[in-house]
């Protein structure tokens, strides 16, 4: 993968999204789901559904695998990308795609465009494809459990990215003006200029340099550390100015490492203009530093911040899944309790579940998540 086939998005009918929705669904409790479970859950109205599942594993937005116990289909990774960008252009949150301008460590990254022509930049996560290395402990944990694993992950970095982008650029942090989200796919402002690693020479770097750590500092004193603060994270804006970008492993200051975090984004900085620059100051912030004045962490529900509900927790819910915020993080625990695989025997209540959730999510993908958010 990593290229979009996106004349695909026109080809493909409502039905064929009904479909790929329906074994999104399924795939919350089955590695692979059986053809009859994908027909039940779709109800198409005049069946067909068979031939529209050969059609999409044509297309490989479906594979079909024979499993030890039974055989049964599942969403692809381009399976996954069609439902969201589907979404979002019939969102009109999008209308063109442009070309790949980064692949980062767990996401690709392209131009795109509004109706109106405007660029914006999309961004898909793919957390589980370079591996679970962040749960290192959990993966056969989560194998066990969910081999579709790599689905809900994406999604709740994606989620949880666009969550503090909205946060920052609602108090006014310089970080691109974020658009819209669905599933694993965050569409926000493009930011025009390059990261600050192809930056070779500045006139001062000492401006550039205070203005980074009064950043840092800021983004303290809401509660949050970035937890990511490098020359690649870092955008150099046509006015010369730092946009920050790449949230999903921001942390709440009351994290129980959130100094060491700190810290470590501090060194990013003095590093490298050390290195690049030749540029070396006493003056750096300290973690004691930091006089709290607001709760974005709180808000968003960072990670470390201690809640029940938070945006991954309420995610994990939604996805069936038990599963605490720190196993989103370093953990050598391993759990991987013996649980038996579920039986693809579903009660008709079950299956009447699971379609009313093919309905809901359809809908949920006309609204755009702004106005999700200022509905409620
Ligand atoms: P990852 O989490 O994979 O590191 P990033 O969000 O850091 O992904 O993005 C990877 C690269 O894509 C960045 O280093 C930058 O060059 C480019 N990029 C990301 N977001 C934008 C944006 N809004 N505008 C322009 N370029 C971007
Ligand atoms: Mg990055």
Redesign the pocket.
């Known amino acids: 993968m990593g290229k979009l086939d996106v004349a695909i998005l026109r080809y493909l009918t409502g039905e064929d999204f009904r479909v790929l929705t329906a074994v999104e669904m399924g795939m919350k409790n089955h590695e692979l789901v059986p053809g009859s479970l994908v027909a039940s859950i779709a109800n198409l109205r005049h069946g067909g559904v068979h031939k529209l599942m050969k059609d999409l594993c044509k297309h490989r937005l479906l594979t079909y695998e024979r499993g030890k116990q039974y055989d049964g289909y599942r969403l692809t990774n381009a399976g996954y990308d069609y439902l969201a960008l589907k979404a979002l252009t019939n969102r009109k949150v999008i209308a063109s795609f442009g070309n790949q301008?980064?692949?980062?460590?767990?996401?690709?990254?392209y131009?795109v465009a509004d109706e109106d022509r405007n660029p914006?930049?999309l961004?898909l996560?793919?957390l589980g494809r370079t591996c679970f290395r962040n749960i290192k402990g959990k993966r056969d944990y989560h194998a066990h459990r969910n081999k579709a694993s790599w689905l809900y992950l994406s999604r709740i970095s994606a989620t949880k990215?666009f969550a503090y982008m909205k946060a920052l650029y609602d108090r006014g942090f310089p970080v691109?003006k974020p658009m819209d989200f669905n599933r694993h796919c965050v569409v926000?402002?493009?930011?025009?200029?390059?990261?600050l690693?192809h930056v070779t020479s500045v006139e001062d770097p000492e401006p550039l340099y205070d203005e980074l750590m009064n950043l840092i500092v800021r983004l303290g004193n809401c509660g949050v550390i970035h937890g990511?603060f490098n020359e690649?994270?870092i955008?150099i804006d046509e006015t010369n100015h730092p946009?920050i970008?790449?949230?999903?492993?921001m942390v709440s200051t009351s994290h129980p490492n959130a100094e060491l975090y700190f810290d470590r984004d501090v060194r990013c900085v003095r590093e490298f203009f050390k290195k690049r620059f030749g540029y070396e100051s006493e003056l750096f912030p300290k973690f004691s530093d930091l006089e709290r004045d607001d709760e974005l962490d709180a808000e968003v529900a960072c990670s470390g911040y201690k809640r029940s509900k938070g945006v991954e927790d309420e995610l994990l819910q939604e996805m069936g899944i038990e599963l605490e915020v720190s196993d989103l993080e370093d953990s050598d625990e391993d759990n991987a309790d013996d649980e038996q695989e579920r039986s693809t025997k579903y009660t008709d209540n079950e299956i009447e579940e699971l379609r009313k959730e093919v309905e809901q999510s359809i809908e949920h993908d006309e609204k755009s998540a702004l106005k999700q958010i200022t509905a409620k």
Request: proline fraction near 8%; aromatic fraction near 6%.
């Open positions: 301008i980064g692949v980062g460590k767990e996401s690709n990254i131009t914006l930049c961004k996560h793919r990215e691109p926000m402002e493009l930011v025009n200029g390059g990261p690693t990511d690649f994270n955008m946009v970008i790449d949230f999903p492993q």
